[in-house]
């Protein structure tokens, strides 16, 4: 008298309880084995279509910088930029491929990454590839976001401060930064973001998506892309 109806006089559970209690459990192992699959095949294909994307934007930028280089001044490795007479546009070239518009890719040399970053940000947009979400490189204000596959932003977290991150736009214009900060935020963290004070800010969802991994980055070097040589010239 007085013991629980799913307790048995000798203590144990009924037979039956047990055997859905390890079915349950079952479930929930192979639930959480499916949701690890799935997120893996993501993260492959996201690598994949960035990947292939890469390919077209460098193709366009090499392309672009050889028709049309840009009026800013070049610079010799090593040395100072040259000034430039004519100041580049502040609002960033833009090309559409395969109906999604471009701005250029960038590179984490430190985590052997380079991807091609889009135009606008959406959550479908950033399943395919980092999204510019504020700012311009020609105004010192970029922010890029990112999905924290691993094949996208998901190592920011293992990256120093003095590590290089480079942008180059579709002009073929190269900017190079040096990591200064890396922190945690919070969503609500959104003007901490955009308004920054620094040139280059990286940023992707934690595990879970409660806070953001945040990176920011001056701008320590810009070349542009030299004039193309005409017939005489060569």
């Given amino acids: 008298a007085g013991r629980s109806c799913w307790v048995r006089r000798n203590g144990k559970m009924p037979k039956k309880t047990g055997i859905a209690m390890l079915a349950v459990g079952a479930v929930l192992i192979l639930s959480a084995l499916l949701l690890l699959l799935y997120n893996r095949y993501e993260d492959t294909k996201a690598g994949q279509e960035a990947e292939s994307l890469l390919a077209n934007v460098e193709a366009v930028i090499d392309a672009q910088a050889t028709r049309e280089p840009t009026p800013a001044g070049t610079e010799i490795p090593g040395t100072m930029p040259t000034p430039s007479a004519t100041p580049l546009d502040p609002e960033m070239p833009v090309v559409e491929l395969d109906g999604y518009e471009y701005v250029g890719y960038v590179e984490i040399p430190a985590l052997e990454l380079k991807l091609p970053v889009m135009s606008e940000w959406d959550y479908n947009r950033l399943k395919i590839a980092p999204c510019r979400q504020f700012g311009s490189s020609r105004t010192d204000d970029l922010v890029i976001a990112a999905h924290n596959y691993q094949n996208h932003f998901g ?80």
């Fill in 155 to 234: 190592r920011l977290k293992d990256l120093q401060t003095g590590n290089a991150v480079i942008f180059t736009d579709m002009e073929g214009v190269i900017n190079t930064y040096s990591i200064e900060r890396i922190e945690t935020l919070n969503p609500s963290e959104v003007d901490a973001v955009q308004n920054s004070g620094y040139d280059l800010v990286l940023y992707t969802c934690t595990k879970g998506g409660r806070t953001r991994v945040t990176v920011f980055c001056n701008r320590i070097k810009i070349i542009s892309p030299s004039p193309a040589p005409t017939q005489m010239e060569k």
